[in-house]
């Protein structure tokens, strides 16, 4: 059993910048591949970046692709996403995930654990 709790959303103005961190339960951390994914009112959850056990692969989804950055410290059982140079249309509900899978799978499904999410809202 893993339980990821995510933090560091909140209110940002256009063109500003945040990071979510996503804290995993367990020893089991380093075995799971893990990802972000949003959903806004009214659409349904997309992926956005995903990054490999070893932290070597990652991989990004073209709407965040050189704005946004997914990283990992196995030593602290943490997930990132840096966000930078926000628009108004990444306002959304942030969720953090583990996968047994391997990351480029993360993008189809094969989701075990979700966390609760963390909103993220981008003022103009």
Not at 77 to 91: A, G, I
Request: aromatic share 10%.
């Amino acid at each position: 059993q893993v339980q990821l709790v995510e933090s560091g959303g909140g209110l940002v103005q256009s063109g500003g910048s945040l990071r979510l961190s996503c804290a995993a339960s367990g020893r089991t951390f380093g075995s799971y591949s893990m990802g972000w994914f949003r959903q806004a009112p009214g659409k349904e959850r997309e992926f956005l970046a995903a990054i490999s056990r070893s932290t070597s692969i990652t991989y990004h989804a073209d709407s965040v692709k050189g704005r946004f950055t997914i990283s990992r410290d196995n030593a602290k059982n943490t997930v990132y996403l840096q966000m930078n140079s926000l628009k108004v249309e990444d306002t959304a509900v942030y969720y953090c995930a583990a996968a047994q899978t391997t990351a480029l799978n993360m993008k189809s499904g094969g989701i075990n654990y979700w966390g609760q999410g963390t909103q993220v809202t981008v003022s103009s």
